[in-house]
């Protein structure tokens, strides 16, 4: 029999999210100033939710100072993921020539130091038109495209990784109010965790999904048993009758220890608030192990945290 866990009084069922491989990057993009640096990364990382239908999912990692960079200059660390190493390197090259080569000022840089790398400034070049230069500082290798602002600088190749893709957790709370509010605590403790993103809307999501449907075509579809309007017409719903609102939050890193420092981290700062403030309950989505190999096991996750 699972014993049972409780933070605030809010319950933490004995569930587990459960994860997937994918290919990571991380890239540096600086500007002249961090508002420039910003504007480019979040241009970059538009339209990254779900590799279901986005091809990546990226986000903003942390903002970054003039000495964390190569080039002296304010920036901003994004990460993509994707399924595959191509698939990645199609991603990056698109978002980073449409995004930061346009955006006045910015610069892109390779933010991981790795075995295996991707072509980024020597796919890139070609916009120079035969005018651009290959530039070395230390070991580092750039390129100098010019544009009519002056010269686009950036890395010839960024670095890729074995990365984790989905980990979650799921906030079951009276209210959809409720329900924001913890999750809106949870993004902002897990932005304190370095090597993760949250790639949906605000870092949370309410459209949770599970694999396949009854509709020809379609590889995912709504959690109907997390769905409160739907709790009296399905058999198998998760959800009492206290619950009105589910909200979830999904979590990409660079690698397993780094998504489950944001769950312990996220599910912590959801349930301080309190059974008081309209939380029930923490759960996580998972497809009966069926899905990917990361297993994080929420039971395992808070009581090995605390011990720590």
């Known amino acids: 029999m699972t014993h049972s866990l409780e933070l605030s009084g809010v319950v933490v069922r004995p ?13 540096l993009i600086t500007a002249e100033s961090p508002r420039w640096a910003e504007i480019a990364a979040r241009s970059m990382t538009g339209f990254a939710t779900s590799v279901i239908g986005c091809g990546c999912e990226a986000g903003i990692e942390r903002l970054l100072g003039p000495e964390e960079t190569p080039d002296g200059r304010p920036g901003v660390a994004v990460l993509l993921f994707a399924m595959s190493e191509k698939a990645l390197a199609e991603q990056l090259v698109r978002r980073v020539g449409q995004c930061v080569l346009t955006c006045p000022t910015a610069s ?6 790795a075995e295996r790398s991707l072509s980024l400034g020597r796919s890139l070049r070609f916009f120079g038109d035969g005018f651009q230069a290959s530039k070395r500082i230390g070991s ?8 009519m602002e002056g010269e686009f600088l950036v890395e010839d190749r960024v670095g890729v990784v074995k990365g984790v893709g989905g980990g979650n957790f799921l906030i079951l709370a009276e209210t959809a109010a409720a329900a924001l509010h913890a999750a809106e605590a949870a993004v902002a403790a897990i932005a304190h965790v370095p090597g ?4 949906f809307p ?8 599970k694999v396949g449907s009854r509709y020809k ?4 579809s709504t959690n109907h048993r997390y769905c409160p309007t739907l709790r009296a017409v399905v058999p198998d719903t998760a959800l009492p009758a206290e619950v009105g609102a589910v909200l979830e939050i999904v979590i990409d890193g660079l690698d397993e220890a780094s998504v489950g ?4 981290a996220g599910i912590r700062a959801a349930c301080a608030l309190g059974r008081s403030a309209g939380v029930v309950a923490i759960d996580a989505g998972n ?8 297993h994080f096991h929420l039971h395992q996750l808070l009581t090995e945290s605390a011990a720590h």
């Not at 569930?15 to 890239?27: D, G, I, Q, V, W």
């Not at 580092?140 to 544009?147: E, G």
């Not at 420092?261 to 312990?264: F, I, N, T």
């Open 15 to 27: 569930s587990f999210a459960e994860a997937f491989p994918m290919r990571a990057t991380r890239l």
């Open 108 to 113: 892109a840089w390779n933010g991981l130091a």
């Open 140 to 147: 580092r290798r750039f390129w100098r495209v010019p544009v």
């Open 196 to 199: 993760v993103i949250l790639p």
């Open 202 to 209: 605000g870092g949370i999501v309410r459209s949770g999904s």
């Open 217 to 220: 075509g379609l590889i995912a």
């Open 261 to 264: 420092r944001a769950m312990v």
């Open 287 to 294: 497809y009966g192990g069926k899905l990917g190999p990361y």
